[in-house]
């Protein structure tokens, strides 16, 4: 996973507010595959975050294994996930 500049930005000015130290991504099992789930967290202790442009990121397994492709940017002053891409056919659930 990649992180621009503009998205460190806003998520480091997040953080902040919200008392947070570390971005949490997590696999959740759904109707096509795992979802990602993007949360601002604390670190817990013993956890051994990543960096990625300086923040902390901690990521299971199965997230890690899902994130390789990624970069979070930022658009009109909101985060976006780029290179993220369905792998349903055409069962219509993404």
């Keep these: 996973m990649k992180m621009t500049e503009e998205a460190k930005e806003l998520l480091e000015k997040s953080m902040k507010e919200h008392d947070c130290d570390c971005l949490r991504i997590t696999a959740e099992p759904g109707c096509c595959g795992a979802s990602l789930n993007f949360t601002l967290d604390q670190l817990k202790s013993g956890e ?15 997230a890690q294994e ?13 985060l976006v996930i780029d290179g993220g891409s369905c792998g349903c056919g055409s069962s219509g659930c993404c």
Aim: hydrophobic letters at 35%; a negative charge; glycine letters at 4%.
């Design 48 to 62: 051994q975050p990543i960096k990625i442009n300086d923040v902390s990121v901690i990521m299971d397994e199965q």
């Design 66 to 78: 899902q994130t390789d492709a990624l970069t979070i940017n930022a658009e009109n002053g909101q």
